[in-house]
């Protein structure tokens, strides 16, 4: 990704061959996505962005910039792409191609953790394209409607181990409070993120891992206050508050930062559409341990971690206590982690396979046929 291609040094009249989408206000895992991709994007072509959750990412546009300049074609192209990522961006690319139009593709991004309702089937079948992040994914979607299944990548500039492997591992303290290794567990605090499990398992297991403790991250939304009340209440009970801390919703620096103290990551979800903190904790060189929800099943081996089986406290003790008992091998776990994302699971690698997909989308411009769209 060192270069853009031939047709990002086309100029385009009006509005950019590309328009990607971000329509919520809130900050959420597809805001990170649109985020951290588009300025990768950009590298192969010009692409504009709709949003209403100020990522800060110029330039932007306007839903009157679509309607003042929408019907212009972006030559040499027959079309424009709309990348739609919610119901709701869908729905708005299809009033600009089937009722106002104008000479739209809609592109449509899908990390559906469980089939589709009616609703988003029915939009999804009039999509002109569909990428599915994980084989899963696609395996809800109406047959015959993915056109390509690209993994979420990492930033490998930013998520690095930083100074991790400089030293030993660290030494216990003194009078044996606050282990020296830490489990980590990352996102937010709710039952679908199986965090109660995670909380058990350690009750379980930190007393017989003296060198062990575990910090949690992510936010805790008031409707899930109590489920976090109720942890918090278990960890006193067990007399382990110095060594299993809720630490809030923090800032993307300080989660980084919590990445590379972390000797292990631990994902424990019942369900998730793809799970990317154990991919940034993979790149900063922690080793994983995954339930097998989202996209874990394809992405983790007995090489950078384990996973156990999905909502299952036996299982997730087990494995948790297999992994804990070699620290040494977390560490060298970690180093494994970090290259295998490197060569198979950087950023740049999803921007590269989605511009193919764009590529398609837009056709020649010069020709009557049809786009071809990557298998």
């Not at 936010?219 to 009340?229: F, G, H, M, Q, T």
Request: charged share 20%; with cysteine; glycine share 12%.
């Amino acid at each position: 990704m060192t270069e853009a291609g031939p047709e990002a040094a086309i100029p385009a009249p009006g509005l950019p061959p590309v328009v990607v989408t971000n329509l919520h206000r809130r900050y959420t895992g597809v805001s990170a996505t649109v985020r951290a991709l588009v300025p990768l994007q950009r590298r192969f072509r010009a692409i504009g962005l709709l949003d209403g959750g100020h990522l800060g990412l110029p330039p932007g546009m306007a839903v009157g910039d679509l309607l003042r300049q929408g019907w212009s074609r972006p030559r040499p192209w027959r079309w424009r792409v709309w990348h739609a990522r919610r119901d709701l961006e869908i729905v708005l690319g299809l009033l600009l191609r089937s009722v106002l139009r104008q000479p739209w593709r809609v592109l449509f991004t899908s990390a559906a953790p469980k089939p589709p309702g009616v609703g988003l089937r029915w939009l999804i079948g009039r999509c002109d394209a569909v990428i599915a992040t994980s084989g899963r994914s696609a395996s809800f979607l109406p047959p015959g409607r993915v056109t390509a299944t690209i993994h979420h990548g990492v930033d490998t500039a930013y998520y690095t181990p930083g100074d991790r492997w400089e030293s030993d591992l660290p030494v216990v303290s003194a009078d044996g409070s606050g282990g020296a290794y830490l489990i980590g567990c990352f996102g937010r605090i709710r039952p679908s993120k199986g965090c109660d499990l995670l909380v058990e398992a350690l009750i379980a297991l930190l007393p017989s891992r003296p060198l062990f403790s575990a910090i949690f991250t992510g936010l805790a939304r008031p409707s899930e206050r109590a489920y976090l009340d109720g942890m918090l209440a278990r960890i006193r009970a067990a007399g382990l508050e110095h060594r299993i801390r809720f630490l809030g919703d923090l800032d993307r620096d300080t989660v980084r930062g919590c990445y590379r103290r972390t000797l292990l990551c631990v994902a424990a979800s019942r369900r998730e559409g793809f799970g990317l903190t154990p991919l940034e904790a993979m790149a900063c060189g922690c080793a994983v341990l995954t339930s097998g929800a989202g996209v874990w099943p394809e992405l983790i081996d007995g090489a950078v971690g384990r996973r156990f089986a999905t909502g299952s406290l036996e299982s997730l003790t087990h494995e948790l206590a297999l992994l804990t008992a070699e620290p040494a091998e977390l560490v060298a776990m970690g180093r494994r982690a970090r290259q295998r994302v490197l060569e198979r699971h950087s950023l740049a690698r999803e921007a590269a396979a989605i511009d193919a997909v764009y590529a398609g989308l837009l056709g020649s411009g010069l020709l009557g046929s049809a786009p071809a769209l990557p298998g």
